[in-house]
């Protein structure tokens, strides 16, 4: 709501503290290549119960349902499974794209530039929103504006959000309410999860960070050198038993965020590249990618990414993720993912682990690998899938390191 009158704002506002939103709100969700289904569908479902009596007791009661709900053939018909009736909203995700006129009404990336008072945005490394709260916070640098920004080691609704919202209301907003200048920091406030502490910076990205590649090898091995001749590594992908959705960024309160990952890593359907254990810290802050050389026994396949830390008793930990849709998939190709931003140092003795799949469910909707309209697909087939390593396709991730001191 802030950032749809941003740019006409009446003279009483004096400042704007925007807490884990983004100025195009959901649309990210929507994209053609990475469908996000768990958030705008129980988004969706508040929607449709919230007038209700008891609408918050009503929803945590209905969790499972509303989760059992999004196993259900076509999609379109998911709304009424979980709420007995339909939903405009849930329909309308369902067939409208980000790119969408249908969308207009809802983006409000134009108006970021011509908003005129401080603004200091608050985000979370486990945040739905945080890539779009950064896209903000660059424009709006960009244009001169004065900006902070301020990410924890938060989820959406994480209580550390509240407090650090409560934190910026009275030490920025309320300081330029009375004409003040508010306490001198950095522009950037970052929590580097690994050291479990903040540091100020002066920019999104902070400067002194390069991308750096770790490349998948054979026998689950990662390495920055350069990958041997190797055969692809394969695993088989069934949309009817789909790789779950384990932490991270989820609309699913005490389910996101940092989890041992144990249980998703020991599915046939993951497979894992570790390196060895570290002789020296590693931090990593910015935006990480991945390309993986890819193959499927379809058409239409989906491939994602996580990058985990893995600690010296072996417990392996989600830092970020993403996920990419693909079509020509039966053909060789690299997957460009781009996962979540991060803050995190690797500590010594610690391993820098990548998993690769084919999906989070139901963070990600299913692929059903038959190239149907998500709305109305009805058939589910499962798909072999080849991940590629050797100096024709050399897989790899890609990490911004800090640069030697």
Known sequence: MQWAVADRLPSQVKAMIPVVTESALTLDFLREDAFELETPFGWGVMLAGQERRAALLRQMLAARKTHRAQFTLPLNRADVAAT???SPYIQDILVHSADAAHWADVDHRARVAGVTVPVSSVGG???????????DYRALRAAGREARLTVGPWTHVAPGV??????????????????EQPPVREPVRLYVMGEEAWRDVESWPPPGYDPRLFHLRPGGALSPDEPGESA?????????DPTPAVGGVRFAGNAAGRKDNARL???????????????????????VSAEIWFRSSLPYADVFVRLCDVDPKGRSTNLCDGLISLTGADETSCAKVRLWPTAHRFKRGHRIRVQVSSGAFPR???????????????????????????PTHPSAVILPVRRPD
């Open 232 to 240: 692809p590594d394969g695993y088989r992908y069934d949309p009817a």
């Open 84 to 86: 007995g009736r339909r």
């Open 265 to 287: 890593e020991a599915r046939p359907d993951v497979l894992t590249y570790t390196a060895p254990a570290l002789d020296a810290d590693v931090e990593v802050i910015g935006e």
């Open 125 to 135: 490394w486990y945040d739905l929103f945080l890539p779009g709260q950064l896209r």
């Open 364 to 390: 990600y909707a299913r692929n059903p690998g038959t190239g149907e309209p998500r709305a109305t697909a009805t058939t589910l087939r499962a798909a072999d899938q080849q991940v590629f390593h050797d």
């Open 162 to 179: 509240l407090s650090e919202a409560a934190a910026q209301t009275l030490g920025f907003g309320l300081a330029h309410a009375r004409g």
